[in-house]
Antibody
Framework: EVQLVESGGGLVQPGGSLRLSCAAS????????MNWVRQAPGKGLEWVSY????????YYADSVKGRFTISRDNAKNSLYLQMNSLRAEDTAVYYC???????????????WGQGTLVTVSS | DIVMTQTPLSLSVTPGQPASISCKSS???????????LYWYLQKPGQSPQLLIY???SRFSGVPDRFSGSGSGTDFTLKISRVEAEDVGVYYC????????FGQGTKVEIK
C-alpha cells in the first residue's frame, strides 16, 4: 500500500524558515518523480514544486522560486521542501504527491499524503 | 502560464441525478505525442485529493464507472451519471502539459 506521510509543519514568523519532509513507503520511491502541492485555508490547490526520480530535473512555481528548495534522499525514501523567506501567503496545507508513472515524462499525481499545515504569522 | 477555468463553482444535486462540470484551458492540452494531459481530482471533505480521471477520459484504478470524462483541445467535461452521497466534495481539473495548474474547484453538495 502506497503511503506518503508529511511532517515538519508548524507556526513560523514572516521571514523565517521551515523544512518539510515526506516519508514514502509501499512503492519503489527511487523510480518515481515527486511533487509538492499546497492549499491555503479554504482555497484551491496550487502546485509548488517537482523533482524527478534522480533529482536531475527540478521545477518550481513562480510564487516560490528562489525561496523554496525541493530535494530527495532515495536511500531514505524521503522527499523534502526547504522553505525560506516565508510570507503570510505561504500559509497552507502542504501535500506531497507521487507521480503515477515511473517512465512517462508526463503523468498525473496518483497518491497524495495527508498534508502538513504551515502557518506564517507574527 | 496555462489558466484553467471551471464552471460552475458550486453544484447542488439530488441523489440519483446526473451532474456535469466544465473545465476550459487557456491553451490546448494536446501534446505532440497525441495525448491530452487533462486530469480530474475529487477532494472529499477533510481528505486529500484523489485522482479520478487521467488523459481526459481514462478512469483511475477503483473509480466507479458513473464517472466519465470527455473533451478535447481546450474544453473538457466531467460527468457523474448518477450522483451518490459519497460523491460530495470539491472537484478540480488539472493540466499537466506545461508544469501543472488546477482549476478553481467545483463544490458538489447533495440536495
Amino acid at each position: 500500500e502506497v503511503q506518503l506521510v508529511e511532517s515538519g509543519g508548524g507556526l513560523v514568523q514572516p521571514g523565517g524558515s521551515l523544512r518539510l519532509s515526506c516519508a514514502a513507503s509501499g512503492f519503489t520511491f527511487s523510480s518515481y518523480s515527486m511533487n509538492w502541492v499546497r492549499q491555503a485555508p479554504g482555497k484551491g490547490l496550487e502546485w509548488v514544486s517537482y523533482i524527478s526520480s534522480s533529482s536531475s530535473t527540478i521545477y518550481y512555481a513562480d510564487s516560490v522560486k528562489g525561496r523554496f528548495t525541493i530535494s530527495r534522499d532515495n536511500a531514505k525514501n524521503s522527499l523534502y521542501l526547504q522553505m525560506n523567506s516565508l510570507r503570510a501567503e505561504d500559509t497552507a496545507v502542504y501535500y506531497c504527491a507521487k507521480y503515477s508513472s515511473s517512465s512517462a515524462p508526463l503523468a498525473p499525481f496518483d497518491y497524495w499524503g495527508q498534508g502538513t499545515l504551515v502557518t506564517v504569522s507574527s | 502560464d496555462i489558466v484553467m477555468t471551471q464552471t460552475p463553482l458550486s453544484l447542488s444535486v439530488t441523489p440519483g441525478q446526473p451532474a456535469s462540470i466544465s473545465c476550459k484551458s487557456s491553451q490546448s492540452l494536446l501534446h505532440s505525442d497525441g495525448k491530452t494531459y487533462l486530469y480530474w481530482y475529487l477532494q472529499k471533505p477533510g481528505q486529500s485529493p484523489q485522482l479520478l480521471i487521467y488523459e481526459v477520459s481514462s478512469r483511475f484504478s477503483g473509480v466507479p464507472d458513473r464517472f466519465s470524462g470527455s473533451g478535447s483541445g481546450t474544453d473538457f467535461t466531467l460527468k457523474i451519471s448518477r450522483v451518490e452521497a459519497e460523491d460530495v466534495g470539491v472537484y478540480y481539473c488539472m493540466q499537466g502539459i506545461h508544469l501543472w495548474t488546477f482549476g478553481q474547484g467545483t463544490k458538489v453538495e447533495i440536495k
